[in-house]
């Protein structure tokens, strides 16, 4: 769907984006992963056309966003992170004056406009005047008017920012209700937990370079080489901490009241073998199970822990 | 056909506004006063204190004038925001991401301030009917005069838009725009012209080459606009600007000497088709220099 290949941009001497490669498959949620100023937005407003790009190329579909960004709106659709609304027209007539923009027949529109509205939750509010929406309706509506055209790429950026958790979690569901349309969507965020659970993809960029890509677990496999395994057993917790100790892929063991954690630093074979040793010990296991890393460390570590 | 959406929307939301109706009671009534006054000035200063409607074509004259000099103030006033009023409510990016082009967004908000003066312009035709409701002044020569008027004032809206796609405050776009209107175009042309006067004078005794005080004074909208009122009532306003011995021309340069507006006209013309081109590059994001 999307190809970033070699994309550059300097303002002077300052460089927002730095020699970055991306690839983003269809129909897939897409994170895009930085602290501010890492060239997020730069990168976005570049592959939406509204930016010129010092080298590089971003290809959407086959064509060339940076040689010919009018060809590709129609494909197209782009929220901002800061956006205005025409406050002096209602919601309706917001959708309408959008789908003028790109020139869909009159008679089309309510029909149209009505569905988008219904898919964002804002039919209830369609004579309403635009100014008196709340900050998440807002934030709805311009993800409506994203869609008029029915573009198969969607670009968001930071689309939760100032939403209240409840909004946030309602934008979420949107999102992956759109991902089951078949939309592709590129979305970003400075927080990296906020978008892993939804994404099926995610880059973390820091200072215009690229700095990890991939799946979440991927990502977290690469940054955190060594895993934390964690067994709650039944009872005999004391055999359980004799067996480990003798484990030579087992390191920094820990007794808790309940549980144990240790490193493992073998592979998913060596972690089967552990686990069937345990149970030939006939040692009850309740539970056994890799820890997840705390996606804010793994943040704060692959950007130098420059998160704002 | 599609009507432009820029156009559609602001009309829709400016006709809506109270603000609107306020501008266009406000602008005809300083018409009206104006007409007003006139009539009790021109009863004060007859004979009998009595009313000449032979004055009518004198009063069209000023009602012209006041019309002329109002589009001057009100197209920057209505169009110096055209564009970074967008960028202020942060809404250009979003206009510019859609199917429209640079140039339609562009002629659609020249052609939504046009359509605002032109309601403004509607607005004060039955003061005006009163000058031709008396005689002296025809149906015909009205128009002819109010598409002068228009012409002007949409070569004043395309300088605003350009200035309002450079200028990232209204206020400065604003600025400028009354600045090189009002002080380069009226009054700069103005003194211009005197100094090559006056210079010709003292160096050579006599007066400059015609041809180059028409183009001097081709900016100049007061000048067209007075050439429209010698053609129609027959005075000799630009014969005072332009010297007693014009008559000693033919051809060309008398046709355009007895018909300056058109100089004007073709003047505010070109001006208009560089100011929308130049609008229509700098809107283009990708080709701006960031």
Same mark, same amino acid.
């Given at each position: 769907?999307?190809?970033?290949?070699?994309?550059?941009?300097?303002?002077?001497?300052?460089?927002?984006?730095?020699?970055? $490669?991306?690839?983003?498959?269809?129909?897939?949620?897409?994170?895009?992963?930085?602290?501010?100023?890492?060239?997020?937005?730069?990168?976005?407003?570049?592959?939406?056309?509204?930016?010129?790009?010092?080298?590089?190329?971003?290809?959407?579909?086959? *064509?060339?966003?940076?040689?010919?960004?009018?060809?590709?709106?129609?494909?197209?659709?782009?929220?901002?992170?800061?956006?205005?609304?025409?406050?002096?027209? +209602?919601?309706?007539?917001?959708?309408?004056?959008?789908?003028?923009?790109?020139?869909?027949?009159?008679?089309?529109?309510?029909?149209?406009?009505?569905?988008?509205?219904?898919?964002?939750?804002?039919?209830?509010?369609?004579?309403?005047?635009?100014?008196?929406?709340?900050?998440? *309706?807002?934030?709805?509506?311009?993800?409506?008017?994203?869609?008029?055209?029915?573009?198969?790429?969607?670009?968001?950026?930071?689309?939760?920012?100032?939403?209240?958790?409840?909004?946030?979690?309602?934008?979420?569901?949107?999102?992956?209700?759109?991902?089951?349309?078949?939309?592709?969507?590129?979305?970003?965020?400075?927080?990296?937990?906020?978008?892993?659970? *939804?994404?099926?993809?995610?880059?973390?960029?820091?200072?215009?370079?690229?700095?990890?890509?991939?799946?979440?677990?991927?990502?977290?496999?690469?940054?955190?080489?060594?895993?934390?395994?964690?067994?709650?057993?039944?009872?005999?917790?004391?055999?359980?901490?004799?067996?480990?100790?003798?484990?030579?892929?087992?390191?920094?063991?820990?007794?808790?009241?309940?549980?144990?954690?240790?490193?493992?630093?073998?592979?998913?074979?060596?972690?089967?073998?552990?686990?069937?040793?345990?149970?030939?010990?006939?040692?009850?296991?309740?539970?056994? +199970?890799?820890?997840?890393?705390?996606?804010?460390?793994?943040?704060?570590?692959?950007?130098?822990?420059?998160?704002? | 056909? *599609?009507? $432009?959406?820029?156009?559609?929307?602001?009309?829709?939301?400016?006709?809506?506004?109270?603000?609107?109706?306020?501008?266009?009671?406000?602008?005809?009534?300083?018409?009206?006063?104006?007409?007003?006054?006139?009539?009790?000035?021109?009863?004060?200063?007859?004979?009998?204190?009595?009313?000449?409607?032979?004055?009518?074509?004198?009063?069209?004259?000023?009602?012209?004038?006041?019309?002329?000099?109002?589009?001057?103030?009100?197209?920057?006033?209505?169009?110096?925001?055209?564009?970074?009023?967008?960028?202020?409510?942060?809404?250009?990016?979003?206009?510019?991401?859609?199917?429209?082009?640079?140039?339609?967004?562009?002629?659609?908000?020249?052609?939504?301030?046009?359509?605002?003066?032109?309601?403004?312009?509607?607005?004060?035709?039955?003061?005006?009917?009163?000058?031709?409701?008396?005689?002296?002044?025809?149906?015909?020569?009205?128009?002819?005069?109010?598409?002068?008027?228009?012409?002007?004032?949409?070569?004043?809206?395309?300088?605003?838009?350009?200035?309002?796609?450079?200028?990232?405050?209204?206020?400065?776009?604003?600025?400028?725009?009354?600045?090189?209107?009002?002080?380069?175009?009226?009054?700069?042309?103005?003194?211009?012209?005197?100094?090559? $006067?006056?210079?010709?004078?003292?160096?050579?005794?006599?007066?400059?080459?015609?041809?180059?005080?028409?183009?001097?004074?081709?900016?100049?909208?007061?000048?067209?606009?007075?050439?429209?009122?010698?053609?129609?009532?027959? $005075?000799?306003?630009?014969?005072?600007?332009?010297?007693?011995?014009?008559?000693?021309?033919?051809?060309?340069?008398?046709?355009?000497?007895?018909?300056?507006?058109?100089?004007?006209?073709?003047?505010?013309?070109?001006?208009?088709?560089?100011?929308?081109?130049?609008?229509?590059?700098?809107?283009?994001?990708?080709?701006?220099?960031?």
């Amino acid at each position: 769907m999307l190809e970033i290949k070699h994309l550059s941009k300097q303002y002077g001497k300052f460089t927002a984006v730095d020699d970055l $490669n991306l690839t983003v498959p269809d129909s897939s949620i897409f994170g895009f992963v930085g602290p501010n100023g890492a060239g997020k937005t730069t990168t976005m407003k570049i592959m939406s056309g509204l930016l010129k790009a010092s080298s590089g190329s971003v290809i959407i579909d086959g *064509m060339d966003v940076t040689k010919n960004p009018k060809a590709l709106r129609e494909s197209i659709g782009y929220m901002p992170d800061f956006f205005g609304v025409y406050d002096d027209l +209602k919601v309706s007539e917001y959708m309408d004056f959008y789908a003028g923009t790109y020139y869909i027949a009159y008679e089309k529109r309510p029909a149209m406009i009505d569905n988008l509205l219904e898919i964002v939750d804002l039919s209830h509010k369609k004579e309403a005047y635009v100014d008196s929406l709340s900050r998440g *309706m807002k934030q709805r509506l311009c993800l409506a008017r994203s869609l008029i055209h029915d573009p198969k790429l969607l670009i968001l950026d930071e689309p939760a920012s100032g939403l209240d958790p409840r909004a946030r979690v309602e934008m979420k569901e949107i999102l992956k209700q759109l991902q089951m349309m078949g939309k592709t969507i590129i979305i970003s965020s400075h927080i990296l937990p906020e978008l892993a659970e *939804m994404c099926t993809q995610i880059s973390i960029i820091d200072k215009g370079h690229l700095v990890v890509q991939g799946s979440v677990q991927e990502i977290m496999k690469q940054i955190t080489k060594v895993r934390t395994i964690q067994i709650r057993p039944l009872e005999q917790m004391q055999a359980l901490i004799k067996l480990l100790q003798e484990q030579p892929l087992v390191e920094n063991l820990i007794e808790n009241t309940f549980d144990t954690e240790f490193s493992f630093q073998g592979t998913d074979q060596e972690l089967a073998m552990l686990l069937k040793q345990i149970v030939l010990a006939e040692i009850p296991i309740a539970s056994f +199970k890799e820890k997840e890393g705390n996606l804010e460390e793994i943040f704060m570590q692959v950007t130098g822990g420059e998160e704002k | 056909m *599609m009507m $432009n959406p820029v156009l559609r929307r602001e009309t829709k939301t400016t006709l809506r506004n109270w603000k609107m109706f306020a501008v266009i009671t406000v602008y005809t009534a300083v018409v009206a006063i104006g007409a007003i006054l006139y009539i009790y000035g021109s009863m004060f200063n007859s004979y009998d204190y009595s009313f000449d409607p032979q004055s009518m074509v004198g009063m069209y004259t000023v009602l012209c004038a006041m019309q002329m000099a109002l589009m001057l103030l009100a197209a920057p006033a209505l169009t110096a925001g055209a564009i970074s009023a967008e960028r202020e409510r942060q809404t250009l990016d979003l206009l510019l991401m859609t199917k429209m082009s640079s140039f339609s967004i562009v002629i659609g908000k020249l052609m939504s301030s046009m359509s605002m003066l032109l309601l403004l312009m509607v607005a004060t035709l039955p003061v005006f009917s009163i000058a031709f409701y008396f005689g002296g002044v025809s149906l015909l020569a009205l128009f002819g005069m109010m598409l002068y008027i228009v012409l002007t004032a949409c070569m004043a809206a395309a300088v605003s838009i350009f200035f309002s796609c450079i200028f990232k405050k209204t206020m400065v776009s604003m600025v400028v725009v009354y600045l090189l209107i009002g002080g380069v175009c009226c009054f700069g042309t103005l003194i211009a012209s005197l100094m090559v $006067n006056s210079l010709y004078w003292s160096m050579y005794q006599t007066e400059p080459n015609i041809v180059l005080q028409m183009v001097l004074l081709s900016p100049n909208p007061g000048v067209g606009f007075f050439s429209v009122i010698q053609e129609q009532m027959g $005075n000799n306003f630009i014969d005072m600007i332009f010297g007693n011995d014009f008559n000693q021309y033919s051809g060309v340069t008398a046709f355009f000497i007895r018909h300056y507006w058109l100089v004007n006209v073709l003047f505010d013309v070109i001006v208009i088709c560089i100011f929308v081109s130049l609008s229509v590059y700098f809107l283009n994001p990708v080709r701006k220099k960031k």
